[in-house]
């Protein structure tokens, strides 16, 4: 049965133009007959074996009006951009899911809930623009319904393909602690006002988190709210706020470990990116082999799905602090402990370098583009500035560096 759907998907005629003589209604029924009953790996082998056959397929599934009019775009999509999708039986579910949920729309179009199966369908497909179609029509019919508006603006977010999220503790994580160690350390995160960002491609549905700590569990459920896929941690600088471990003195004699990096180095397997500098002092810290990091160096790039973060290393507050600028419709700086709102990051800890924290901040980032927007590690004044801001009147605007070390030697 399974090679019999399988050749008449291979049918030569396909190939040579006879539509008519086949009929797209039929050709959608074997499609679908194909998907239900053929393997995963034989399914994909034969579908994408000659990609040509792909594209004359589109044609008459588009002109089609059957219910089944839905499934082959996203179909396609899948096996021939998104073949990832082909393991763990992701993409048979998310097929199945579009037949059943077209099958609800044919049996009662003003039903929302089928839509709105239709678009997640879809959307699990990487196919957004029948996404968002289909989210709309059932916003039409639901116009009230906050999930579906979610789900039409991370369709929007998608198609445009940048992602980005701001959290701040005790606001988007560090809530609703479990026990009395989760209450001190939620507690101490809303005192220190941290931001960790969640970055990446919206279409391909990966992102790395910065600066994960404090609530490592809060952090996971934002991006799966989101159907965002984990696939990397960025450190700033090692500071236990920023990358969780053992607190500094007095705190490190209560014996609390602060989650951060290394759950997510160890239980999601995902690599941790460091610049060279701050890579000791995060393994002593957080107990993270060198092996689970990937270290950076100014200038280095990484790349999440089609958004490259380039890190521009400003020592300073640590030897290794870093920022991480995205360029594109708008530039980001996310900036971590070296820039703040008119303000940097401490510089009289035991490794800072007041020398460094100028060249990093008068030299590098002031060179930046005006219209930069700035990220910060800590809600000190705001969630965010720009380049330009701060050379009108933050530590961006142009100091000799003499009375810089004069204003700030410690």
């Given at each position: ?6 050749k ?26 194909a ?22 397929l ?13 499934i ?23 097929v199945?899911a ?17 839509h ?15 996404a968002e ?10 116009p ?10 991370l369709?929007h977010?998608?198609i ?151 890190f ?16 594109g ?27 460094a924290?100028?060249?990093?901040l ?29 050379r009108?009147?933050?530590?961006l ?14």
């Open positions: 049965m399974h090679e019999h759907w399988c008449t998907l291979l049918d030569p005629s396909f190939a040579s133009g006879k539509f008519t003589q086949v009929g797209s209604s039929w050709i959608n029924f074997c499609v679908v007959q998907m239900m009953l053929c393997t995963k790996a034989t399914l994909y082998q034969h579908l994408t074996s000659t990609s040509v056959r792909l594209q004359l589109i044609h008459p599934w588009k002109m089609n009006l059957q219910p089944y009019t839905a082959a775009p996203s179909l396609i999509l899948s096996l021939v951009s998104h073949r990832r999708m082909d393991t763990g039986g992701l993409l048979l579910a998310s199945q579009l037949f059943h949920a077209t099958q609800a729309i044919s049996f009662k179009s003003n039903w929302s809930k089928g709105f199966r239709l678009g997640e369908a879809q959307f699990a497909l990487h196919d957004y623009p029948s179609k289909a989210y709309a029509k059932a916003l039409e019919v639901s009230e319904d906050a999930t579906i508006k979610k789900r039409l603006t369709t977010e998608a445009s393909g940048f992602y980005f999220r701001q959290l701040l503790a005790g606001r988007d994580f560090c809530i609703n602690p479990t026990n009395v160690i989760e209450r001190q350390i939620f507690s101490s995160a809303q005192q220190m006002q941290n931001f960790v960002y969640l970055v990446g491609d919206a279409k391909t549905r990966e992102a790395v988190v910065v600066d994960a700590a404090w609530d490592v569990k809060g952090i996971r459920a934002v991006l799966a709210a989101d159907n965002m896929n984990l696939v990397g941690a960025v450190v700033s600088h090692y500071h236990f706020d920023h990358t969780g471990g053992t607190p500094p003195p007095p705190f490190d004699q209560l014996g609390i470990k602060v989650p951060g990096i290394r759950e997510l180095a160890m239980e999601d397997k995902v690599p941790v990116y460091i610049n060279k500098h701050d890579a000791q002092m995060v393994k002593k810290q957080n107990g993270v082999s060198l092996e689970c990091m990937t270290l950076l160096e100014d200038s280095s790039v990484i790349s999440i799905g089609s958004v490259k973060l380039h521009i290393h400003t020592p300073g507050h640590t030897p290794g602090s870093q920022c991480i600028h995205i360029q419709t708008e530039d980001i700086l996310m900036s971590g402990d070296t820039l703040f709102i008119g303000s940097c990051g401490r510089l009289d800890l035991p490794d800072c370098d007041v020398q924290m100028y060249t990093s008068q030299k590098k980032l002031a060179s930046l583009p005006s219209n930069t927007r700035v990220y910060p590690g800590h809600d000190y004044g705001g969630p965010f500035t720009t380049i330009a801001q701060e009108k009147q933050g530590l605007k142009p100091m000799a560096e003499k009375e810089w070390l004069h204003r700030y030697r410690v």
